[in-house]
């Protein structure tokens, strides 16, 4: 090739690119192209979107944008948990069996909406709601049917449960000690985070004063007791679900998580004696590289926020884990064999995003509990991710990218904002009580359903794309017999048992609770001595009282 | 608005049941004001019992309800009947949530007018209102 005669100065690249793109056809389908929380994106994302001091970060090491381990899911691959419980104990146990024969790897109980509310299951407004939700627990006497041939030594179980968590800790505590197993090995994680109840998923039961007093006698009693577990389990998915954007996902989140921290040191308790063991779980919603930028910015901000503000010297403070489900409100009553992709591709994110556990949903759970068969295939797709995709053999393989670190940059200065917003309205619970996180949830799922009415955001099946003939899919039913069975078991268990011990351990604990005593040793015995959870919780009531929110819409 | 002053149409919307899943009633609810009508949110938690004491209260024509938790066929007709039982039938009562088709089909027998479920527009609830209130907000 001979040289070429150039006489006018070759275009900047960048420039080009711009003077093409701008003469390129454009959609025109009157879609957003900002992310489903309303970030406006880019068509490209180059170099400069980059802070020019940057330096280079690794995993495993602080900030932990890119991981808390350096070796990703090399060392290990992420928990595989899926979130279940139905019907009775009895039930419920032989799913439990049936997924860990399937190799799920640790489990995951759902209550159902009596037990989270800490009613027995023979209280009048439990009336229709037993077994629904999840299972129904009234008494020790479930939890052992619910754990019943299951070593608690050898799992780690997740209880989703919050104004009742402690007595549901409690209760399997007890049905450890009844195994043999010591308290001090048990591992798993109890969710136990009220205010993201008084934010979005409303099953508060208490005033936020006690409710925090109950989070902090959890905290304090497990650093001591049981040092493996993680008492709590600071919960974006809720907030989530109820309609924010994950920018507020998690903003509101962290916000909660320092809200735990000043209350444990206000208790006396040094950080670094508690922190390592919270954790955290979030949405993986459909806007797939989104999700992945907000998993790195939380890491990011809660190193900073735990080193630089709390100062903690332990690097396992510093270190946010979470756990991951996909977003129920994603998936769709129309066409729903298309959750089953929804679900891969938000899965994928928090893989991406680096979950150290992960809930998948199945297709029918829109519509209700989920058959032996979609479960199935909701673990399959966790599988398929982690043994025959190939996306866990790096580490943060999209670290790096131009747009997913300008993105990451975007969240967490997002976050940043509303931190300063909930500090000056005097803290978290302030802001709960003048219903700031409320409204702007509210507000977020207003925009977002205007958007879809307006057709600037699509749902596949919904209003777009939709056929007329549903092919129904199996839903599992809960037997209408059920609630009447419940409801004589937990009769029986009250009639059987030792009434003296458990109106002593009963009356100990509303005397502690008027005390400053932690209340989790008076729980204990009044778990053991077979009190239900709706006498515990009642008892508590006579001294806390109960919180009723004020109504905005 | 019709030449002849008419009263607004006045709704109840409630949350019945014991979850606390409000994202669907709200929007529902600010969707139903943006269209003219008189909406009143009860609240969380509330038995067949307070839904009724309200729509009397406030002389509602409507009753909307939501539910997440899978209680709707126990808590949905227990409104009805509570109403039948105060002798407001004149009162109607719809709702959403989650809920089969089988089940629609069998609250609906039951005396709830319409139900939604997920996926819903809006402007289909209020066109089915307006269709079922003809005089009411233009």
């Known amino acids: ?31 957003e192209t900002s992310t489903i929380s309303g970030i406006p994106l880019k068509p490209l994302y180059t170099k400069d979107d980059l802070p020019a001091t940057r330096t280079e970060e690794l995993p495993g090491q602080y900030p932990y944008t890119r991981g808390i381990h350096p070796s990703g899911y090399r060392g290990r691959l992420w928990t595989m948990r899926q979130f279940s419980g139905f019907a009775t104990a009895e039930e419920t146990n032989r799913r439990y069996k049936y997924l860990l024969a399937n190799g799920q790897t640790g489990l995951s109980v759902a209550f159902d909406m009596p037990t989270l509310m800490g009613q027995d299951s023979d209280a009048p407004t439990s009336r229709g709601e037993i077994g629904h939700c999840g299972v129904a627990i009234d008494s020790l006497a479930d939890m052992e049917t619910l754990f019943g041939g299951i070593p608690l030594g050898d799992i780690t179980t997740s209880m989703t449960i919050n104004s009742p968590a402690a007595i549901l800790l409690c209760m399997y505590i007890a049905v450890a000690e009844e195994q043999g197993v010591p308290a001090s090995v048990l591992g798993g994680t109890l969710q136990n985070d009220i205010l993201k109840e008084f934010i979005a998923q409303k099953e508060f ?54 809200a735990y921290v000043d209350a444990c040191i206000e208790r006396g308790m040094r950080v670094d004696d508690f922190a390592p063991r919270l954790s ?141 917003q909930i500090e000056d309205l005097g803290g978290v619970i302030p802001a709960i009580e003048a219903s700031f996180f409320q409204k702007e949830i509210a507000d977020s799922a ?43 078991r937990v009769r029986e268990v009250r009639r059987k048992r030792d009434q003296a011990r458990c109106a002593n351990a009963l009356a100990s604990l509303r005397k502690a609770a008027a005390g400053t005593d932690n209340l989790m040793p008076y729980i204990l015995e009044a778990v053991r001595a077979y009190a239900t959870e709706g006498e515990i919780m009642n008892t508590l009531i006579e001294v806390f009282g109960v919180y009723t929110e004020r109504a905005v819409v | ?77 227990a409104v009805v009947q509570e109403l039948k039982r105060r002798k407001a039938t004149d009162i109607i009562v719809f709702g959403g949530g989650i809920i089969p088709d089988d089940d629609i089909a069998a609250l609906k027998k039951q005396g709830v007018e319409q139900l939604f479920t997920p996926g819903t527009p809006l402007q289909e609830i209020v066109d089915w209102l307006r269709e079922r209130f003809p005089a009411g907000p233009a």
């Open chain 1, 1 to 31: 090739m001979g040289r070429s005669p150039l006489k006018v100065r070759a275009r900047d690249p960048k420039q080009a690119w711009e003077e093409d793109f701008e003469s390129s056809p454009a959609r025109d389908d009157g879609i």
């Open chain 1, 205 to 258: 039961i208490f005033p936020p004063a006690p409710s925090m007093r109950l989070v902090v006698d959890s905290i304090e009693y497990c650093a001591k007791e049981v040092p493996k577990w993680n008492t709590i389990s600071i919960s974006g998915y809720h907030i989530r679900e109820a309609g924010s954007t994950a920018a507020q996902e998690l903003a509101f989140t962290l916000a909660d998580g320092m």
């Open chain 1, 280 to 420: 955290f779980f979030f949405d993986a919603h459909i806007d797939f590289f989104e999700e992945i930028a907000k998993f790195r910015a939380a890491r990011r901000i809660w190193a900073r926020w735990m080193r630089e503000r709390y100062g903690a010297q332990d690097e396992r403070s510093w270190k946010l884990r979470f756990h991951t489900q996909t977003a129920g409100v994603s998936l769709t009553a129309q066409q729903p064999e298309l959750n089953i992709a929804r679900t891969a591709i938000e899965a994928l994110a928090a893989v991406l995003g680096g979950t150290q556990s992960l809930h998948t949903n199945a297709m029918d759970e829109v519509l209700a509990l989920p058959t032996d068969k979609s479960a199935r295939i909701a673990l399959r797709t966790q599988q398929l991710l982690a043994y025959e995709s190939g996306v866990a053999n790096t580490v943060d393989p999209l670290g790096g990218s131009y747009f997913i670190e300008a993105l990451t940059d975007e969240m967490e200065s997002q976050a940043e904002r509303y931190f300063k």
């Open chain 1, 446 to 488: 207003f925009r977002y359903q205007s958007e879809l009415e307006q057709k600037r955001r699509i749902m596949i099946g919904v209003n777009d794309f939709t056929v007329d003939e549903e092919v129904p899919i199996d839903i599992l039913r809960i037997d209408p017999r059920l609630e009447s069975e419940q409801v004589a």
């Open chain 2, 1 to 77: 608005m019709s030449p002849t002053a008419v009263r607004p149409v006045r709704i109840i919307v409630a949350k019945v049941g014991l979850d606390g899943h409000d994202r669907g009633v709200k929007v529902v609810a600010r969707a139903l004001r943006d269209a003219g009508y008189e909406v009143i949110y009860t609240g969380l938690r509330q038995t067949p019992e307070m839904v009724v004491d309200a729509a009397l209260q406030e002389d509602a024509q409507v009753i909307g309800l939501s539910i997440h938790s899978g209680a709707h066929m126990t808590l949905f007709p």
